[in-house]
Protein backbone atom coordinates (compact mmCIF):
# COMPACT_ATOMS: atom_id res chain seq x y z
CA UNK A 1 0.00 0.00 0.00
CA UNK A 2 3.04 2.44 0.90
CA UNK A 3 3.94 1.95 -2.94
CA UNK A 4 0.62 2.63 -4.30
CA UNK A 5 0.39 5.91 -2.09
CA UNK A 6 3.85 7.03 -3.09
CA UNK A 7 2.47 6.88 -6.78
CA UNK A 8 -0.42 8.38 -6.10
CA UNK A 9 0.65 11.62 -3.96
CA UNK A 10 2.63 12.35 -7.42
CA UNK A 11 5.66 12.85 -5.31
CA UNK A 12 9.38 12.59 -6.51
CA UNK A 13 12.51 10.23 -5.14
CA UNK A 14 15.28 11.50 -5.04
CA UNK A 15 17.61 10.38 -8.14
CA UNK A 16 19.68 6.76 -7.42
CA UNK A 17 23.27 6.23 -8.55
CA UNK A 18 22.79 3.97 -11.56
CA UNK A 19 24.88 1.27 -11.90
CA UNK A 20 26.71 0.20 -14.96
CA UNK A 21 25.32 -0.31 -18.32
CA UNK A 22 22.69 -3.71 -18.63
CA UNK A 23 23.53 -6.29 -20.91
CA UNK A 24 20.64 -6.54 -23.37
CA UNK A 25 19.46 -9.71 -23.09
CA UNK A 26 16.44 -11.88 -24.49
CA UNK A 27 13.31 -12.26 -22.53
CA UNK A 28 11.25 -15.30 -22.42
CA UNK A 29 8.17 -16.15 -23.43
CA UNK A 30 5.88 -17.16 -20.60
CA UNK A 31 3.52 -20.57 -21.14
CA UNK A 32 0.29 -19.98 -21.61
CA UNK A 33 -0.91 -20.63 -18.05
CA UNK A 34 -3.39 -17.53 -16.56
CA UNK A 35 -1.22 -16.27 -13.55
CA UNK A 36 1.60 -15.69 -15.63
CA UNK A 37 -1.05 -13.39 -18.31
CA UNK A 38 -2.82 -11.26 -16.09
CA UNK A 39 -1.09 -8.09 -15.30
CA UNK A 40 0.58 -6.37 -14.24
CA UNK A 41 3.39 -8.83 -13.17
CA UNK A 42 4.60 -8.02 -9.81
CA UNK A 43 8.07 -9.74 -10.23
CA UNK A 44 9.09 -7.28 -12.77
CA UNK A 45 11.27 -4.67 -12.67
CA UNK A 46 9.58 -2.60 -15.17
CA UNK A 47 12.05 0.07 -17.18
CA UNK A 48 14.83 -1.55 -15.86
CA UNK A 49 16.25 -0.61 -19.09
CA UNK A 50 15.45 2.73 -18.84
CA UNK A 51 18.97 4.18 -18.67
CA UNK A 52 20.12 2.31 -21.52
CA UNK A 53 17.51 2.49 -23.58
CA UNK A 54 16.21 5.57 -23.41
CA UNK A 55 12.83 7.07 -24.46
CA UNK A 56 13.58 9.10 -27.99
CA UNK A 57 10.11 12.00 -27.28
CA UNK A 58 10.77 14.21 -30.60
CA UNK A 59 10.54 10.77 -32.96
CA UNK A 60 8.90 11.44 -35.93
CA UNK A 61 8.99 7.78 -37.68
CA UNK A 62 8.72 4.43 -35.89
CA UNK A 63 11.19 3.75 -33.13
CA UNK A 64 11.96 0.58 -31.50
CA UNK A 65 13.08 1.98 -28.33
CA UNK A 66 9.48 3.98 -28.01
CA UNK A 67 7.74 1.12 -28.61
CA UNK A 68 9.38 -0.84 -25.69
CA UNK A 69 8.23 2.19 -23.29
CA UNK A 70 5.20 2.36 -24.68
CA UNK A 71 3.94 -0.95 -24.25
CA UNK A 72 5.91 -1.30 -20.82
CA UNK A 73 4.01 1.84 -19.58
CA UNK A 74 0.91 0.20 -21.02
CA UNK A 75 1.80 -3.24 -19.43
CA UNK A 76 2.60 -0.86 -15.91
CA UNK A 77 -0.95 0.46 -16.26
CA UNK A 78 -2.58 -2.40 -14.91
CA UNK A 79 -1.52 -1.47 -11.07
CA UNK A 80 -4.05 -1.66 -8.33
CA UNK A 81 -3.87 -2.00 -4.77
CA UNK A 82 -3.92 -5.92 -4.84
CA UNK A 83 -1.55 -6.05 -7.85
CA UNK A 84 1.07 -3.29 -8.18
CA UNK A 85 4.01 -2.84 -11.28
CA UNK A 86 7.81 -1.48 -9.44
CA UNK A 87 8.75 1.19 -11.54
CA UNK A 88 11.52 2.40 -9.34
CA UNK A 89 13.65 2.54 -12.12
CA UNK A 90 11.86 4.68 -13.95
CA UNK A 91 11.74 6.74 -10.90
CA UNK A 92 15.88 6.80 -10.44
CA UNK A 93 15.72 8.27 -13.82
CA UNK A 94 13.52 12.02 -12.70
CA UNK A 95 9.86 10.50 -13.99
CA UNK A 96 7.02 11.29 -12.03
CA UNK A 97 4.13 8.89 -11.55
CA UNK A 98 0.76 9.28 -11.30
CA UNK A 99 -2.87 7.33 -11.35
CA UNK A 100 -5.38 9.19 -11.85
CA UNK A 101 -8.83 7.25 -12.16
CA UNK A 102 -12.49 7.63 -12.11
CA UNK A 103 -15.49 4.53 -12.09
CA UNK A 104 -13.49 1.84 -14.10
CA UNK A 105 -11.27 3.91 -15.99
CA UNK A 106 -7.43 4.53 -15.11
CA UNK A 107 -4.63 6.10 -16.66
CA UNK A 108 -0.67 5.64 -15.94
CA UNK A 109 0.91 9.37 -16.80
CA UNK A 110 4.44 8.92 -16.76
CA UNK A 111 5.81 12.62 -16.61
CA UNK A 112 9.66 12.71 -17.73
CA UNK A 113 11.98 15.82 -18.58
CA UNK A 114 11.38 15.88 -22.37
CA UNK A 115 7.55 13.85 -22.53
CA UNK A 116 4.62 13.00 -21.10
CA UNK A 117 3.45 9.75 -21.92
CA UNK A 118 -0.62 8.43 -21.35
CA UNK A 119 -0.98 5.07 -20.90
CA UNK A 120 -4.44 4.11 -20.86
CA UNK A 121 -5.49 0.94 -18.69
CA UNK A 122 -7.17 -2.39 -20.36
CA UNK A 123 -9.65 -4.67 -19.97
CA UNK A 124 -8.88 -6.06 -16.40
CA UNK A 125 -8.31 -9.74 -14.93
CA UNK A 126 -9.15 -10.20 -11.35
CA UNK A 127 -9.55 -13.24 -9.07
CA UNK A 128 -11.26 -13.86 -5.77
CA UNK A 129 -11.82 -17.04 -3.50
CA UNK A 130 -15.20 -18.65 -3.02
CA UNK A 131 -16.18 -18.65 0.94
CA UNK A 132 -17.87 -21.15 0.65
CA UNK A 133 -15.27 -23.96 -1.51
CA UNK A 134 -12.32 -21.95 -1.04
CA UNK A 135 -12.10 -22.48 -4.85
CA UNK A 136 -10.32 -19.08 -6.63
CA UNK A 137 -11.85 -17.86 -9.65
CA UNK A 138 -10.55 -15.95 -12.02
CA UNK A 139 -12.74 -13.63 -14.26
CA UNK A 140 -13.18 -10.25 -16.54
CA UNK A 141 -13.84 -6.71 -14.59
CA UNK A 142 -17.91 -6.21 -15.65
CA UNK A 143 -17.33 -2.95 -16.22
CA UNK A 144 -14.89 -3.22 -18.03
CA UNK A 145 -16.48 -5.86 -20.48
CA UNK A 146 -19.62 -3.30 -20.52
CA UNK A 147 -17.64 -0.89 -21.68
CA UNK A 148 -16.14 -3.38 -24.44
CA UNK A 149 -19.68 -4.61 -25.79
CA UNK A 150 -21.39 -1.24 -25.56
CA UNK A 151 -20.10 -0.95 -29.17
CA UNK A 152 -23.22 0.91 -30.81
CA UNK A 153 -21.38 4.20 -32.68
CA UNK A 154 -21.86 7.34 -31.18
CA UNK A 155 -21.59 10.87 -32.61
CA UNK A 156 -19.48 13.01 -29.91
CA UNK A 157 -20.29 16.31 -32.18
CA UNK A 158 -18.41 16.54 -34.80
CA UNK A 159 -19.92 14.00 -36.63
CA UNK A 160 -17.04 10.99 -36.66
CA UNK A 161 -18.54 8.45 -34.85
CA UNK A 162 -16.85 6.43 -32.18
CA UNK A 163 -17.81 3.00 -30.29
CA UNK A 164 -20.24 4.25 -28.07
CA UNK A 165 -18.91 2.30 -24.32
CA UNK A 166 -15.19 3.63 -25.16
CA UNK A 167 -16.14 6.74 -25.50
CA UNK A 168 -17.96 7.02 -22.02
CA UNK A 169 -15.08 5.29 -20.34
CA UNK A 170 -13.17 8.06 -21.79
CA UNK A 171 -15.01 10.58 -20.56
CA UNK A 172 -14.73 9.34 -17.08
CA UNK A 173 -10.81 10.15 -16.95
CA UNK A 174 -10.86 12.44 -19.49
CA UNK A 175 -11.18 15.64 -17.11
CA UNK A 176 -8.38 14.55 -14.81
CA UNK A 177 -6.06 13.34 -17.67
CA UNK A 178 -7.11 16.74 -19.50
CA UNK A 179 -6.25 18.63 -16.52
CA UNK A 180 -2.69 17.27 -16.10
CA UNK A 181 -1.66 17.89 -19.92
CA UNK A 182 -3.11 21.71 -19.14
CA UNK A 183 -0.53 21.74 -16.07
CA UNK A 184 2.45 20.22 -18.12
CA UNK A 185 1.71 22.36 -21.60
CA UNK A 186 1.49 25.89 -19.26
CA UNK A 187 4.70 24.63 -17.42
CA UNK A 188 7.23 23.29 -19.98
CA UNK A 189 5.26 23.61 -23.55
CA UNK A 190 8.03 22.01 -25.34
CA UNK A 191 7.47 19.00 -23.40
CA UNK A 192 5.56 16.30 -25.96
CA UNK A 193 2.45 14.28 -25.31
CA UNK A 194 2.61 10.36 -26.31
CA UNK A 195 -0.28 8.41 -25.99
CA UNK A 196 -0.64 4.20 -25.65
CA UNK A 197 -2.55 1.41 -24.38
CA UNK A 198 -2.90 -2.09 -24.47
CA UNK A 199 -6.66 -3.65 -25.34
CA UNK A 200 -9.19 -1.80 -23.89
CA UNK A 201 -6.67 1.18 -23.10
CA UNK A 202 -5.74 1.16 -26.59
CA UNK A 203 -8.78 2.28 -27.62
CA UNK A 204 -8.98 4.73 -24.65
CA UNK A 205 -5.71 6.35 -25.69
CA UNK A 206 -6.96 6.39 -29.70
CA UNK A 207 -9.74 8.96 -28.76
CA UNK A 208 -7.27 10.94 -25.71
CA UNK A 209 -5.32 11.56 -28.80
CA UNK A 210 -8.32 12.80 -31.08
CA UNK A 211 -9.38 14.80 -28.46
CA UNK A 212 -6.19 16.26 -27.23
CA UNK A 213 -4.94 16.88 -30.65
CA UNK A 214 -7.83 19.62 -31.21
CA UNK A 215 -5.69 21.41 -28.34
CA UNK A 216 -2.00 20.13 -28.48
CA UNK A 217 0.47 18.71 -30.64
CA UNK A 218 -0.25 14.81 -29.97
CA UNK A 219 3.66 13.81 -30.89
CA UNK A 220 2.69 10.07 -30.94
CA UNK A 221 0.45 7.10 -30.82
CA UNK A 222 1.29 3.62 -30.32
CA UNK A 223 -1.50 0.98 -29.66
CA UNK A 224 -1.13 -2.89 -28.72
CA UNK A 225 -3.58 -5.28 -28.95
CA UNK A 226 -6.26 -2.72 -30.24
CA UNK A 227 -9.49 -3.33 -31.11
CA UNK A 228 -11.93 -1.02 -33.54
CA UNK A 229 -13.07 2.38 -32.71
CA UNK A 230 -14.11 4.34 -34.76
CA UNK A 231 -16.01 4.54 -38.41
CA UNK A 232 -13.94 5.15 -41.72
CA UNK A 233 -14.66 8.93 -41.44
CA UNK A 234 -12.80 8.89 -37.84
CA UNK A 235 -9.99 6.89 -39.10
CA UNK A 236 -9.50 8.99 -42.23
CA UNK A 237 -9.62 12.42 -40.47
CA UNK A 238 -7.67 11.07 -37.36
CA UNK A 239 -5.13 13.81 -36.39
CA UNK A 240 -1.99 12.06 -35.14
CA UNK A 241 0.13 11.28 -38.37
CA UNK A 242 2.70 9.14 -36.51
CA UNK A 243 0.35 6.39 -35.37
CA UNK A 244 1.27 2.55 -35.34
CA UNK A 245 -0.64 -0.73 -33.74
CA UNK A 246 0.57 -3.73 -32.69
CA UNK A 247 -0.88 -6.59 -33.33
CA UNK A 248 0.72 -9.99 -31.69
CA UNK A 249 0.27 -13.40 -33.99
CA UNK A 250 -3.79 -14.50 -33.54
CA UNK A 251 -4.62 -11.88 -31.13
CA UNK A 252 -8.47 -11.64 -31.56
CA UNK A 253 -9.18 -8.83 -29.77
CA UNK A 254 -8.06 -6.39 -33.34
CA UNK A 255 -10.82 -8.10 -34.94
CA UNK A 256 -14.10 -6.50 -33.28
CA UNK A 257 -15.97 -5.05 -33.39
CA UNK A 258 -16.58 -6.09 -36.82
CA UNK A 259 -15.10 -4.33 -39.54
CA UNK A 260 -18.40 -3.66 -41.26
CA UNK A 261 -18.99 -1.06 -38.16
CA UNK A 262 -15.53 0.27 -37.29
CA UNK A 263 -11.84 0.48 -38.64
CA UNK A 264 -8.54 0.83 -36.90
CA UNK A 265 -6.15 4.23 -37.05
CA UNK A 266 -2.12 3.76 -37.82
CA UNK A 267 0.15 1.63 -39.74
CA UNK A 268 0.53 -2.18 -38.87
CA UNK A 269 3.33 -3.41 -36.57
CA UNK A 270 2.37 -7.52 -37.18
CA UNK A 271 4.03 -10.04 -34.33
CA UNK A 272 4.40 -13.47 -35.61
CA UNK A 273 4.62 -16.09 -33.40
CA UNK A 274 8.57 -16.41 -33.48
CA UNK A 275 8.16 -13.27 -33.00
CA UNK A 276 9.23 -11.31 -36.20
CA UNK A 277 7.70 -8.06 -37.35
CA UNK A 278 5.95 -7.52 -40.71
CA UNK A 279 4.50 -4.97 -42.27
CA UNK A 280 1.64 -7.04 -43.16
CA UNK A 281 -0.48 -9.84 -41.10
CA UNK A 282 0.76 -12.85 -42.01
CA UNK A 283 -1.65 -15.71 -43.33
CA UNK A 284 -1.48 -19.02 -42.15
CA UNK A 285 -2.28 -22.61 -44.75
CA UNK A 286 -4.34 -24.59 -42.90
CA UNK A 287 -1.42 -27.28 -42.57
CA UNK A 288 0.75 -24.36 -40.72
CA UNK A 289 -2.57 -23.89 -38.25
CA UNK A 290 -3.37 -27.48 -37.69
CA UNK A 291 1.09 -27.48 -36.58
CA UNK A 292 0.84 -24.45 -34.85
CA UNK A 293 -2.49 -25.63 -33.07
CA UNK A 294 -0.95 -29.02 -31.98
CA UNK A 295 2.20 -26.91 -30.57
CA UNK A 296 0.18 -24.71 -28.43
CA UNK A 297 -1.53 -27.29 -26.69
CA UNK A 298 1.11 -29.48 -26.54
CA UNK A 299 2.76 -26.62 -24.31
CA UNK A 300 -0.65 -26.11 -22.39
CA UNK A 301 -0.39 -29.80 -21.63
CA UNK A 302 2.78 -29.57 -20.25
CA UNK A 303 1.74 -26.30 -17.95
CA UNK A 304 -1.15 -28.30 -16.52
CA UNK A 305 0.47 -31.27 -15.92
CA UNK A 306 3.27 -29.11 -14.08
CA UNK A 307 1.42 -26.54 -12.33
CA UNK A 308 -2.07 -26.44 -11.90
CA UNK A 309 -3.80 -27.22 -9.31
CA UNK A 310 -7.70 -28.22 -8.65
CA UNK A 311 -8.70 -25.58 -6.34
CA UNK A 312 -6.58 -22.57 -8.11
CA UNK A 313 -7.93 -21.25 -11.55
CA UNK A 314 -5.20 -18.82 -11.79
CA UNK A 315 -2.75 -21.55 -12.63
CA UNK A 316 -4.88 -23.26 -15.33
CA UNK A 317 -4.11 -23.00 -19.02
CA UNK A 318 -5.45 -20.56 -21.14
CA UNK A 319 -7.67 -22.95 -23.72
CA UNK A 320 -7.19 -20.45 -26.72
CA UNK A 321 -4.27 -19.49 -28.33
CA UNK A 322 -6.10 -16.09 -29.80
CA UNK A 323 -6.63 -14.94 -25.94
CA UNK A 324 -3.07 -15.93 -25.20
CA UNK A 325 -1.59 -13.97 -27.63
CA UNK A 326 -3.42 -10.80 -26.34
CA UNK A 327 -1.49 -11.15 -22.80
CA UNK A 328 0.33 -7.63 -22.28
CA UNK A 329 3.41 -10.15 -21.49
CA UNK A 330 3.72 -11.42 -24.72
CA UNK A 331 3.58 -8.17 -26.38
CA UNK A 332 6.41 -6.72 -24.42
CA UNK A 333 8.73 -9.44 -24.30
CA UNK A 334 8.68 -9.86 -28.02
CA UNK A 335 8.91 -6.26 -28.97
CA UNK A 336 11.96 -6.07 -25.72
CA UNK A 337 13.26 -9.08 -27.73
CA UNK A 338 12.95 -7.33 -31.67
CA UNK A 339 15.39 -4.53 -29.67
CA UNK A 340 17.80 -6.64 -28.67
CA UNK A 341 18.34 -8.14 -31.51
CA UNK A 342 18.35 -4.98 -33.76
CA UNK A 343 21.12 -3.68 -30.87
CA UNK A 344 23.27 -7.32 -31.33
CA UNK A 345 23.15 -7.10 -35.09
Not at 280 to 305: N, P, Y
Request: charged share 25%; proline share 7%; glycine share 6%.
Amino acid sequence: MRVRQFLKEGHVRRPRRMKAPMKLELRPIPSPEIAKLIPPDPSRAYFDFGADVPFEPRSTDFSLANAVWLMEASFASYTDDKRRANMDRLLALNWQVSFPDEGNAQCLVLDGPEAIILAFRGTRIEGFVDPITRFRFVNTNLQDMLANFNFLPHDPGDGRKVHRGFNYALDLVYPKVNKIVDQTQQQSPNKQIWCTGHSLGAALATLAADRLSARYRVQGLYTFGSPRVGTPAFCKTFPVGNTYRFVDNRDLVPKVPPEVLYDHVGLLKYLTEDGRLLETEEKHTESAKLKDGFEFWRLAKEATVRDSHLNDMSTWTVPVESLVDHAPIYYANKIWNLLVKEHKS
